[in-house]
Nanobody, 123 residues
């Protein structure tokens, strides 16, 4: 079993920055991939960014490319999402997830989820 705990959400002005953290514990493995998803009210869960524990290769949704950066700290078993140039449309609950199936943008392929952290961007 894997436990994921997100932190770092809050209220930020448009154009500002925020860093989310996801602390992983339990049976994590180097073959895992980690992803960040978000869900705004009335919308489906949307892939934001992903990273492989082994090698650290990354992938981003077009909507955040160039503004968001996903990274990992192997020693701390923590994944980060640095969000810059935030826009009101980035407002959502952000979820951290772990996949045993490798890096994928499909939320159904992720096996473990955190509880989510709210990010609100004011205009």
């Amino acid at each position: 079993q894997v436990q994921l705990v997100e932190s770092g959400g809050g209220l930020v002005q448009a154009g500002g920055s925020r860093r989310l953290s996801c602390a992983a514990s339990g049976r994590t493995g180097s073959s895992f991939a980690m992803g960040w998803f978000r869900q705004a009210p009335g919308k489906g869960r949307e892939f934001v960014a992903g990273i492989r524990w082994r090698g650290g290769s990354t992938y981003y949704a077009d909507s955040v490319k160039g503004r968001f950066t996903i990274s990992r700290d192997n020693a701390q078993n923590t994944v980060y999402l640095q969000m810059n140039s935030l826009k009101p449309e980035d407002s959502a609950i952000y979820y951290c997830a772990a996949s045993r199936s490798g890096l994928t943008t499909t939320h159904k392929m992720y096996d473990y989820w955190g509880q989510g952290t709210q990010v609100t961007v004011s205009s």
